[in-house]
């Protein structure tokens, strides 16, 4: 079981030795063997589709990359946050699967490398790493992933963020965006076209981003943004090195989640405040104070060669630093004694207080105050740390003009740490700014994690039939470290069984294809886990059967995709509270297990249309139909009468968060000089809780955009680019995202201009 451990370093080591011993060849994205084809996606036995320019083209420059999938069947991406400002409220759905704040079940890969993880703590999604000006496209594989994929969250499927290549051309950009809640945006791209013997080119990236909250005025809080690429391709007379390197900065403010009955009552306002009021229980909802701190920095470099002509090698070795913090606002302090110790009370429980008396010392008993108490409060930080290393590698042999074996491997090593400290707030009758020396570390943690993965696929092409067939598996170690007592108090393996895929693509007429594909997707258990007490030997790891049967259409004006599904996830992991409670468990004091309990299954149909109907004209439509519930016996978090915590079997309700039905429509135009686009986007009424009890209602989200582009006949500008975007064009109110009763409200109508210069 531990074998890999011993070998993770020697492989790390092995392919950063091989990438600067040798050249290679390298494309823009892992994997680029099959062929693309508008939004359709590429040619293979399972579903899945591909952003382009015309659904970027609804985007401002300010949005988060994330929101680019929207459009494509079976995604639903809701944001609290304008422009996707707060990862915090981030939503991502797919055929029944969700990411959010408590579930990871959808991975995420940037140039076909892991991001490492989702999740709000630790976790980095794809606009921590990409601009959207500097993405090229994103590759959406729904239910399945490709047999390569390195995620370990990967059981509902894929997003591959894939970032845009140098251009040949030696030129500059800087490009100005604004619009409303005070938002800016400034970006300056340098490509240094082709040199070294013309083999190279490259480009360097820089952007700075604000906006301030939508929801409230005054102090209602703002996030920024600064964020900066450097990409190098160098294309040898037999090979090509690619390297890229990113850094983000973010600073957000966070959007909190309600209630559906809350929504009713005032559907533009998240119960944050914007006003100071002295009052701590009061002003532990001042939204400035809630915050997302993280900065991250990102690089690889690729090699991919070919050892012969019938054979093909490519190593990428990269690293990932990331370094973040979560603030809040208890109402309260925690009492400790000189050495910083938490004094329990005789039945073992920690202590708070809200007063301090004259001379300073805490009142335990706020009936004991008087006149001369002053308040106490607290402003609680959660910090994060990770580092990871690792490396992807994968080997192709044509073995015969119809026979293509391919060989993979991942290999990470990573370090995560998380330590949660409180500060006294100085004078809470004035404001939120606090003591910088904490009172109290709550806890010091470190989670490490090796990963191996490895895979084989065998792909043979009969005539106008290919058929693949592989298998991979996962072995996934944890251990981790209490720091406080410096040794290591818990560690779980979690590896998966032999994962299956096959599938076949049948070329039956002149550009009309069917598929088939049937794969085990699996997620790895979550170094979260090791916070409880518990055993950790009886839970298993999630895993997913999928199948897919679709028809794919690619003419030269016209492109169509359908896809029938059908899903079982098992083995669904749910933390069981020993105790109920309500509002922000700030202490972190509830005591409970994971366990598995039950699954789900979904089944369903996604389809689209990307037509050219006319020379200037693009038509795009996509189509969702989902049908999933919870299956088998499958026990959540429950309060009973008596307010105490219980178990309840929700088996045969339909999966929360998951819509029924989804549409998009689509027109742009386009002459050259002159662009613009109109699309909308239908989202079916669901359920948003396990009970089936919150149904969150049907809605309607248009956007449209209009672009001028002027070409100058000059040496030093070569054109001007002007863009207007507008988005919830009717300013509708919806709700977009969250789980389980707490839900996040949709941004509304959002108006943002853009000029860009280009030299």
């Not at 298993?540 to 004006?557: C, H, I, Q, V």
């Not at 366990?595 to 795009?620: D, H």
């Amino acid at each position: 079981m531990t074998n890999h451990k011993l070998l993770l370093p020697s492989l790390l080591a092995s392919s950063i030795a091989v990438v600067f011993s040798s050249c290679a060849f390298a494309d823009d994205a892992a994997g680029k063997d099959t062929e693309v084809i508008s939004v359709v996606g590429a040619r293979i036995a399972y579903a899945n589709n591909s952003t382009d320019d015309n659904i970027k083209s609804f985007s401002s420059p300010l949005s988060s990359v994330n929101d680019l999938i929207d459009m494509l069947p079976g995604v639903s991406v809701g944001e609290g946050g304008v422009f996707g400002s707060d990862d915090w409220s981030t939503t991502i759905t797919m055929r029944g699967f969700a990411l959010n704040g408590s579930d990871q079940q959808l991975g995420m890969t940037i140039d076909g490398l892991p991001n490492g993880g989702s999740g709000y703590g630790g976790g980095s999604k794809a606009n921590r790493y990409l601009l959207t000006e500097d993405t090229a496209r994103v590759e959406v594989m729904q239910g399945t992933s490709d047999i390569g994929s390195p995620s370990l969250d990967a059981l509902g499927g894929t997003f591959n963020y894939i970032s845009a290549n140098p251009n040949d051309e030696k030129g500059a950009v800087a490009a100005v965006s604004g619009g409303d809640y005070d938002s800016r945006k400034y970006y300056l791209r340098f490509d240094t076209g082709r040199f070294w013997n013309d083999t190279t080119t490259s480009y360097l990236s820089l952007a700075d981003s604000r906006t301030k909250r939508w929801i409230g005025s005054g102090s209602n809080g703002d996030s920024t943004d600064f964020h900066a690429a450097y990409k190098l391709v160098s294309e040898l007379s037999w090979a090509t090195l690619t390297g890229r390197i990113s850094y983000d900065d973010v600073d957000e403010t966070n959007y909190n989640g309600i209630s559906l009955a809350q929504f009713k009552q005032d559907p533009r306002w998240d119960r944050l405040t914007w006003n100071w009021t002295g009052d701590p229980v009061e002003d532990q909802n001042f939204a400035e104070a809630w915050r997302t701190l993280r900065k991250n920095t990102f690089a690889y470099l690729r090699l991919d060669t070919r050892p012969s002509d019938s054979t093909r090698l490519e190593v990428t070795p990269y690293y990932h630093h990331m370094k973040g913090r979560g603030d809040w606002l208890p109402p309260y302090q925690v009492l400790v004694d000189d050495a910083g110790k938490p004094i329990l009370d005789t039945d073992g429980n920690l202590q708070t207080f809200t007063h301090f008396d004259a001379s300073g010392a805490p009142v335990l008993n706020p009936a004991d105050c008087d006149d001369t108490c002053t308040l106490a409060s607290s402003y609680r930080h959660t910090h994060y740390g990770k580092d990871r290393y690792g490396m992807t590698s994968r080997f192709s042999w044509d073995i015969t003009m119809d026979n293509t074996l391919t060989l993979g491997l991942w290999a990470e090593r990573q370090d995560r740490d998380e330590y949660r400290d409180w500060h006294g707030v100085l004078d809470p009758k004035v404001g939120p700014a606090y003591d910088n020396t904490a009172y109290w570390r709550q806890y010091d943690r470190t989670y490490t994690t090796d990963t191996l993965n490895y895979y084989a696929q065998d792909k043979w092409v009969l005539g106008d039939l290919t058929l693949t067939a592989g298998v991979r598996k996962f072995l996934v170690d944890i251990d981790r470290k209490d720091n406080f007592v410096g040794q290591k108090t818990g560690s779980l393996s979690s590896d998966s069984d032999l994962l299956p895929m096959a599938g076949a693509v049948w070329n039956f007429a002149p550009s009309w294809e069917l598929y088939g594909g049937y794969s085990e997707n699996f997620k790895a258990i979550s170094d979260s886990i090791l916070e409880t007490d518990q055993d950790y030997g009886k839970l298993d790891a999630e895993t997913a059967k999928n199948t897919d049967l679709g028809l794919r259409y690619f003419g030269s004006s016209l492109q169509v995709t359908a896809a029938f599904y059908h899903i079982k996830f098992d083995n669904r992991i749910t933390y069981i509270a020993a105790t109920a409670g309500s509002g922000i468990d700030y202490l972190g004091e509830l005591d409970g297990q994971y366990v598995n309990v039950g699954g789900i299954k979904s089944k369903g149909f996604e389809g689209s249309i990307n037509w050219q109907f006319a020379p200037m004209w693009n038509l795009y439509s996509s189509l969702t139909l989902n049908d999933s519930e919870y299956s088998d016996r499958s026990l959540v978090p429950a309060t009973d009468a008596g307010g105490n915590a219980t178990l309840s079997d929700i088996k045969g309700m339909e999966v929360a968060g998951a819509p029924r039905r989804m549409g998009v429509v689509a027109v742009n135009y386009s002459d050259g000089s002159y662009r613009g686009g109109l699309e909308a986007k239908y989202t079916g009424d669901y359920y948003g809780d396990y009970f089936n009890k919150d149904t969150i209602a049907s809605h309607t989200v248009m956007s449209l955009y209009a672009g001028y582009h002027l070409d100058f006949a000059t040496k030093g500008i070569k054109g001007l680019d002007l863009t207007l975007n507008v988005t919830n064009l009717g300013d509708t109110n919806y709700l977009a995202g969250g789980s389980n009763g707490g839900y996040y409200i949709g941004v509304g109508r959002t108006v943002t201009a853009n000029a860009t210069l280009s030299f």
